[in-house]
């Protein structure tokens, strides 16, 4: 990993979150890409993200490597606080083994960033709510591993990383569906 990598990623999750300061009118909602599907090879990109936007008619963002993600996540989080949609990312189909930044790393980073974003925003709605103003919506996120290494060692460093499941590359279809069915929808 690089220097201008590792500032940026550094940067982004340490990066303060953006708070309302007083009663504004939103801006228009552009948060409408709810699902995060991470790999560095397109011929596992490609394939799902076709089926989650022909078969299942949903809008995912991409990134082909940990580092991507964790940017393109705190770039969703940062957005989802200024619209006060409820519709962040809620679902990470992430790979494990990707140049730069793994899907290990990238996960420890996202859930960190999560867990801060969490907090103000419950610091946030406390004094919303004593002024009576409209709370900030807080959207949980699931990371769901997608490898091609499902070894016992593999799979149990994803749970102990924050993954909350492990689905074998290539994933099928009613795989896919039910692992949304269980933590999307």
Do not use: W
């Not at 007083?22 to 490609?46: H, M, Q, W, Y």
């Not at 709510?129 to 919506?137: I, S, T, V």
């Amino acid at each position: 990993m690089t220097e201008e990598t590792k500032q940026r990623i550094e940067e982004a999750t340490l990066m303060p979150l953006r708070r309302f300061t007083g009663v504004r009118e939103a801006p228009k909602c552009s948060c409408s890409k709810t699902i995060l599907c991470v790999d560095d090879n397109p011929f596992n990109l490609v394939p799902l993200t076709m089926l989650l936007k022909n078969k299942l008619k949903l809008e995912c963002e991409t990134a082909n490597n940990g580092a991507q993600a964790v940017e393109k996540f705190t770039e969703n989080r940062n957005k989802s606080i200024d619209c006060n949609c409820g519709k962040g990312i809620k679902i990470i189909f992430m790979d494990i083994n990707m140049p730069i930044m793994d899907g290990y790393q990238a996960t420890e980073h996202i859930l960190e960033y999560q867990e801060k974003y969490e907090e103000s925003c419950r610091e946030e709605n406390l004094e919303r709510q004593a002024l009576g103003n409209e709370l900030l919506k807080v959207e949980p996120v699931k990371v769901v591993a997608i490898t091609s290494y499902t070894n016992k060692a593999n799979v149990d460093e994803c749970y102990a990383r924050g993954m909350v499941e492990v689905i074998h590359k290539p994933v099928s279809f009613s795989l896919l569906e039910s692992m949304l069915h269980k933590y999307y929808f």
